[in-house]
């Protein structure tokens, strides 16, 4: 792990924390509403207390607040009594709330980790990796990450002895869950997170596992398939409050009740995405042949789950796509992309056309007045024609060839020196068959699919596909198919969980 202070403005923002706990100044920690920011939100204020901080934590309401730091956030912090507000996860597009709070005598410390719009105030110190003007050697840190970083520093400041592993098992929740490389520190900080988030104390994280249904070890798969979507459910649904709270809680019975108040605003976030989705696509198809870029709104979509959808759509139709939510005159959604292709540049070059903008280079956030969407979409698609065709072509590379009796413990072993597996460091896919099923595929849960298989040499493979309940029943007498070695947590072996299958 770098030296924090490397990260320009940050030996500025330790000696102004420092201030405000030598003269009991009050502190309003800003974050944002996913799991990123709520993260980042629960470790500063944990540590900036235990360094003698008086601390306000403020985090936006999707619907209320919009993205991003903004004026009402600030006015929230004057009320508190604060003098210093941190922002966690965003501030590099907020010029406006910046400029509101310096008026209010509000100082502020920018940490955030998405490509900075226009420059800030002077007046604020702004740490982020990804400023033009910072040296520092790894760029991609997450807001966790970069919370981690300024929090291990002003305790260092503060003379304060802190067990980083308790930190990194709230930080790597938000570096895996906000899809940033895991290279570099990245890895560093999902690997030794993951290991300390499986001897965690912490009664939230506990009863969140419990009511997610994982066990230790965790995987990176754990944290972005399970207890990700439940931190984000609070924010993506209603206030994003009761998963900071479940993060610091140390009580045993409210942990319990969060924890399952999570799960239900999950419950209602995937049946609402799916409406979404379903919507969105029959929108899209009712327009002809696909464009090089998807844009699609709706009056009748709920806000916090228009960026989810957009990723799946954007990975089933192979086009970049942004779904958005009208409400009235303005219009307020998300974007996703594929990789190699920069959302972020083509749509920060109509940046003067929308009310507010932020993200990076996969992901972007946007409001625009409503009236202009059909003109903003026309130009938006006109911009995307220069992008490469090849870049939307279904590709899938896979690491090597198999055949089953090689699918075994200690392939398994092997396969988990690789891990933690995410953005930049994928799990390894394999080429297996051609195979002949052994008996019928057996449905389960909602549209899913197992099936015992066997190779030419009678050697049997166990394959599992998630929502392929019914294509693998339209597999042949002969197949083969591409998928990544897993561990069956059910049957305690090594599993194929399928990408793609066809038949030979």
């Known amino acids: 792990l770098h030296d924090p202070f490397l990260l320009d403005g940050m030996a500025a923002a330790v000696e102004r924390l420092a201030r405000a706990a030598e003269t009991g ?22 540590v900036f207390r235990a360094c003698g901080l008086e601390v306000e934590t403020i985090l936006p309401h999707r619907m209320r607040d919009g993205y991003g730091f903004r004026p009402p956030q600030v006015e929230r912090a004057r009320e508190a009594g604060c003098r210093l507000i941190v922002t966690a996860d965003c501030g ?32 604020a110190i702004h740490v982020n990796p990804k400023r033009e003007d910072c040296g520092y050697p790894f760029p991609d840190l997450s807001g966790a990450g970069l919370a981690f970083k300024l929090a291990t520093a002003l305790a260092g400041r503060r003379g304060l002895r802190l067990d980083p592993l308790r930190l990194l ?29 499986g001897r965690t104390r912490s009664p939230g994280l506990q009863a969140l596992f419990r009511e997610a249904g994982v066990k230790p070890p965790l995987s990176a798969a754990d944290v ?59 929108a899209i198809a009712a327009r002809g042949e696909l464009p090089p870029l998807v844009a699609a709104w709706s009056a009748d979509w709920h806000r916090g789950v228009v960026g989810i959808a957009a990723g799946r759509l954007a990975r089933e139709l192979r086009r970049p796509t942004l779904l958005l939510c009208v409400e009235g005159e303005t219009a ?27 993200g990076h280079s996969q992901a972007v956030g946007l409001t625009a007045r409503s009236e202009r969407l059909e003109s903003l979409r026309a130009r938006w698609e006109e911009a995307a024609r220069a992008w490469d065709p090849a870049l939307f072509e279904r590709r899938l590379d896979y690491e090597g060839v198999l055949a089953p009796e090689r699918i075994d413990a200690a392939l398994l072993d092997e396969l988990r020196r690789l891990e ?15 195979l002949s099923a052994r008996r019928p ?64």
């Open 92 to 123: 590099s597009g907020g010029g406006p709330a910046v400029e509101a709070a310096i008026a209010a005598g509000i100082e502020v410390v920018v940490t955030d980790h998405h490509l900075p719009g226009r420059a800030l105030p002077a007046a």
């Open 332 to 358: 307020t959604g998300s974007g996703r992309s594929l990789p190699g292709i920069h959302l972020h540049e083509l749509i920060a070059g109509f940046r003067s056309e929308l009310e507010s903008f932020g």
């Open 420 to 434: 933690p597996f995410g953005e930049a460091n994928p799990r390894p896919l394999f080429r297996v068959g051609p």
């Open 169 to 197: 098992r709230v930080a790597c929740l938000g570096t895996i869950s906000d899809v940033v490389p895991l290279a570099g520190e990245n890895r560093v900080i999902a690997a030794l997170g993951l290991a300390a988030l």
């Open 25 to 46: 100044e009050r502190v309003a920690v800003v974050g944002d509403y996913d799991v990123d920011g709520i993260s980042a939100t629960a470790l500063l204020a944990a």
């Open 224 to 282: 972005g398939f399970r207890l990700g979507p439940r931190l984000n459910a609070a924010g993506r649904m209603e206030g994003p409050e009761g998963a900071l709270e479940l993060l610091l809680t140390r009580d045993r019975a409210r942990a319990e009740a969060l924890a399952a108040e999570l799960g239900r605003r999950n419950q209602e976030r995937r049946e609402e995405q799916e409406r979404v989705e379903d919507e969105a696509r029959r």
């Open 441 to 504: 595929p057996r449905r389960f849960g909602k549209g899913h699919a197992a099936l015992s298989a066997a190779g030419e040499s009678g050697a049997g493979v166990e394959l599992v596909g998630w929502g392929w309940a019914d294509r693998i029943a339209e597999l042949g007498p002969r197949f083969e198919v591409l998928g990544a070695i897993e561990l069956d947590r059910y049957t305690g072996g090594p599993v194929v969980r399928l990408v793609d299958a066809r038949t030979v």
